[in-house]
């Protein structure tokens, strides 16, 4: 059975944030496509005479069926932490990316592929053995749906390594832990310890977040860059992941907004190459807005945000 969550965020005349969470709804049309999507979610929303159009923000994750379902008659904005879940998932367990039907991505991360898929084989072996009782903490397994949790997987597993060989059930599974590079899981760890950081800080809930998009990417971009010493397989996810951030993560004019608004971000000095585009959009958003009558438009036909996610 699949649900979707529909919530509204509202910025009333006097600047005031409202957020209203309007249902989660048993999803049971007859189909899953983009089409029936769209038009549930209308359904609802019609419900509070509510309705999607070109000054409407939809804020989702960033499935196919979310982008096809929102591309027209509003303006969608997708998870920033949904971006950078999928691409680290991309790394650790994908071969290839199909970008576009004629266009692949290439992961090439195979040693990083492989020491993931150790650990993981063996954390899943642990924790089905009684003999996790004598470690001095449990082993952590993850959700395919939140691949951040699978660094945290890492991180247990880095932390509990010594003591690890006297649970280890069979000839196997020592053989494998014994081809695990320590080192090269430290410092995969500690380059993680960023992302980890950064999707904390875009999940955020109870704040706005929109405007850290754009320093937190650049900040990430920069924990990319290759070090003397790097092992060859953390420099093959450095490489694929500042690859990803560019190329699948992409700024948007409401993010360079955000930004520019800031009182301690609109300097731009951790990203110099948007600062310019920032300052073209302000200029046309201020040229749009300077003749509005403010007084003519009712408060409740302002541009509201609409948060729509749909969990299969």
């Known amino acids: 059975l699949s649900y979707c969550g529909i919530s509204i965020h509202h910025v009333d ?34 419900d509070y005479q509510l309705y999607l159009d070109s000054s409407k923000y939809v804020v989702t994750d960033n499935e196919a069926k979310m982008l096809s379902a929102f591309r027209e008659n509003c303006k969608r904005i997708g998870y920033a932490d949904h971006y950078l879940n999928r691409q680290l998932k991309h790394a650790f367990e994908s071969q290839q990316i199909h970008v576009t039907k004629t266009v692949i991505d290439h992961v090439n991360c195979d040693g990083i592929q492989y020491l993931f898929s150790t650990i993981k084989n063996i954390v899943s072996s642990v924790r089905r053995s009684h003999k996790q009782q004598s470690l001095s903490k449990k082993l952590q397994s993850y959700s395919d749906t939140r691949f951040n949790g699978a660094l945290f997987m890492l991180d247990v597993f880095r932390e509990l390594f010594d003591e690890l060989p006297p649970v280890l059930i069979n000839i196997k599974l020592i053989d494998d832990f014994k081809e695990i590079d320590k ?14 950081e950064v999707i904390k800080s875009l999940s955020e809930d109870k704040k706005p977040s929109l405007y850290l998009v754009i320093p937190l990417r650049q900040y990430l971009l920069k924990k990319c860059d290759i070090l003397e010493d790097d092992h060859t397989s953390l420099i093959e996810l450095k490489v694929f992941l500042a690859h990803r951030i560019k190329t699948a993560w992409m700024i948007t004019n409401e993010h360079r907004l955000a930004t520019v608004l800031h009182p301690k971000l609109k300097k731009f000095e951790t990203s110099n190459e948007e600062k310019q585009n ?35």
């Open 13 to 46: 005349r006097e600047f005031r944030s409202l957020y209203f969470i309007l249902g989660c709804y048993p999803y049971d049309v007859e189909s899953h496509s983009a089409q029936h999507l769209r038009a549930f979610v209308e359904e609802k929303l019609n």
């Open 183 to 196: 080192q090269l899981l430290d410092d995969v760890c500690a380059f993680l310890d960023s992302f980890q």
């Open 278 to 312: 920032a300052i073209d959009v302000l200029k046309r958003e201020f040229e749009i807005h300077c003749c509005i009558n403010f007084d003519s438009i009712n408060p409740l036909s302002s541009s509201p945000k609409t948060s729509v996610t749909s969990t299969p």
